[in-house]
């Protein structure tokens, strides 16, 4: 991986048509100023997680699927 | 009104419990009307979650306090304001859940619930400010070492 210092103002290009600027420092948090063309999709990365995730969760689960899970959460039936 | 399921054919529901997702949900942003099906009465705290309109997604959705009663989700008034919700304590939450083949390896994400607000039906799902809630919760410890 590759590891760069910036200094607030200053930028990374990502090929020719992506910059990736800092723009603010404070505590813990950083802002990034993005320029991206439009047809890059720009995702903070829980946020792409999340994407990814709600794909494999939109799942067909027919009823005895859902019975079975049903049985299982009563065995563990917590506390 | 009459909506086509997944998983069960037509099904008959209220209009009135329609939920809104006026953003839909990430992946999903071109439905926005679900419908949360309570599908065995004895575990109040799963539902199908389905979508209205044709090739509509659909979830298996999970109340997290069933399984994390100290769950606290910290969002922002500006993640909440399109809800029009009267107060952030107003709010209700359920995590979207993925059912493996093996049940026992379910997990739910808890990072990024679904919001609804229940006087204004409108929801969405919010990636939380918290660190410490995972995207892929077990549903189950394993090997029963529950406490």
Redesign the interface.
């Known amino acids: 991986m590759l590891v760069i210092s910036r200094k607030i103002g200053e930028s990374i290009m990502l090929g020719d048509d992506i910059e990736i600027k800092i723009a603010e420092v404070s505590g813990e948090r950083v802002k990034l100023a993005i320029d991206a063309p439009r047809e890059v999709l720009v995702l903070?990365k829980?946020?792409h997680?999340?994407?990814?995730?709600?794909?494999?969760?939109?799942?067909?689960?027919?009823?005895d699927?859902?019975?079975?899970?049903?049985q299982?959460?009563?065995q563990?039936k917590?506390? | 009104m009459q909506i086509k399921t997944a998983d069960f054919g037509e099904i008959t529901i209220d209009e009135a419990s329609i939920i809104n997702f006026p953003e839909g949900i990430p992946a999903f942003e071109e439905c926005h009307e679900y419908v949360l099906i309570n599908i065995i009465e004895e575990i109040p705290y799963l539902y199908y979650m389905q979508g209205i309109g044709e090739n509509a997604p659909c979830f298996a959705v999970i109340d997290p306090y069933y399984f994390v009663a100290s769950y606290v989700p910290h969002l922002s008034p500006a993640d909440v304001k399109n809800l029009q919700c009267s107060g952030m304590e107003e709010l209700r939450f359920l995590a979207i859940a993925i059912i493996d083949q093996d049940l026992e390896k379910s997990v739910m994400n808890l990072k990024s619930p679904l919001v609804i607000c229940p006087e204004t039906r409108k929801a969405k799902q919010i990636v939380l400010e918290n660190d410490d809630y995972p995207l892929r919760y077990p549903l189950f410890v394993p090997n029963g070492k529950e406490e």
């Open positions: 903070r829980e946020l997680e999340t994407n990814l995730l709600n794909q494999q969760a939109n799942q067909h689960l027919a009823m699927k859902m019975s079975q899970l049903a299982v959460l009563q563990h917590i506390k």
